[in-house]
């Protein structure tokens, strides 16, 4: 797995976050977890959502008003991340979705870990 980039908080197992990866067919992937914190259990549900290159016609059923509104940015700006040449752009395009909506909407079948199966996965060591 090769992690460009990473999403949300800076301990994102425990506090909720994730990765954004890049597949050797050149697409990109943002794997998210809502974190340690956020659940009773010990299974960490990771969601994997594909970034899209046109992330809000992909997503044709949101409500890009009320994404706009409730992420705090005009619409023109929210369409305009939605078809960045960045990644990063339509990553947080995607998230803003997954704000609103919640991540659940756009994987249902999330993937189930322990924390020590995610931090192997992310390659990372918690504290």
């Known amino acids: 797995m090769k992690i460009i980039d990473t999403i949300g908080d800076v301990n994102p197992i425990e506090h909720g976050g994730g990765v954004v990866v890049a597949s050797d067919e050149g697409g990109y992937t943002i794997e998210y977890t809502a974190g340690t914190e956020a ?75 322990t924390e020590a199966e995610l931090e192997d996965r992310w390659e990372t060591e918690e504290d």
């Open 39 to 113: 659940t009773d259990g010990e299974v960490l549900d990771v969601f994997q959502v594909n970034v899209e290159a046109h992330v809000f016609d992909y997503h044709d059923w949101v409500d890009v008003t009320a994404i706009a509104n409730f992420e705090g940015v005009s619409e023109d700006e929210l369409l305009a991340l939605g078809v960045s040449p960045h990644v990063m752009g339509r990553v947080a395009a995607t998230q803003a979705i997954a704000s609103y909506c919640g991540w659940f909407e756009l994987d249902q079948y999330p993937l189930q870990v």
